[in-house]
C-alpha cells in the first residue's frame, strides 16, 4: 500500500479516539494526522512539519511542492513552508539521498534569489517609486 494513503496516526501508531484539545494548534494538529497523507493540503504539511510531526513521511512531500513553487504561501507570508522546511534541521533527519539532494538545490535556489533581490532589485526600488508620486 502505498504511505500516502495512510494516515500519520496509522504510521506512527498513534491514538486514533477524537480527543478534545484547548488549544487551537493542538485540535489543527489532531484533524490533520487524521487524514491521509495524500489529502493533506500544502497549509496542513507546513503546520504538522513546524510542529515537528511525520517529519520523514511530509519532508519528501514539502519538498515536492516547494519543487513546483519555491515561495508557495501556505498560510501567513510567501515562503512559509520553505522556512518550516529549514527550522526543522533537515541535515539530522533520517531522509534517503534523493530528498537531500533536493532539499540542497531548494537551498541554492533560494541563496540565488535572495542575492537577487538585494543585488539587483532593491537598488532600483527608490527610482521605482518615483513614477507613484
Known amino acids: 500500500m502505498n504511505i500516502t494513503e495512510l ?28 487524514k491521509k497523507i495524500k489529502d493533506l493540503s500544502a497549509s496542513e504539511i507546513r503546520l504538522l512539519i513546524s510542529q515537528k510531526i511525520g517529519l520523514k513521511y511530509l519532508i519528501p512531500i514539502a519538498v515536492e511542492i516547494l519543487e513546483q ?40 535556489e533560494l541563496n540565488t534569489l535572495s542575492r537577487t533581490i538585494s543585488e539587483d532589485i532593491l537598488p532600483l526600488l527608490p527610482e521605482a517609486a518615483k513614477l507613484f508620486k
Open 69 to 108: 513553487d519555491i515561495l508557495i504561501e501556505t498560510e501567513y507570508y510567501k515562503g512559509d513552508l520553505a522556512v518550516a522546511l529549514f527550522e526543522c534541521n533537515v541535515e539530522n533527519l533520517d531522509l534517503d539521498k534523493e530528498t537531500k539532494t533536493k532539499i540542497w538545490e531548494i537551498a541554492i
Open 7 to 34: 494516515s500519520l496516526n496509522h504510521i506512527l501508531g498513534l491514538d486514533t479516539e477524537k480527543v478534545v484539545f484547548s488549544s487551537d494548534l493542538a485540535r489543527k494538529c489532531d484533524d490533520a494526522k487524521r
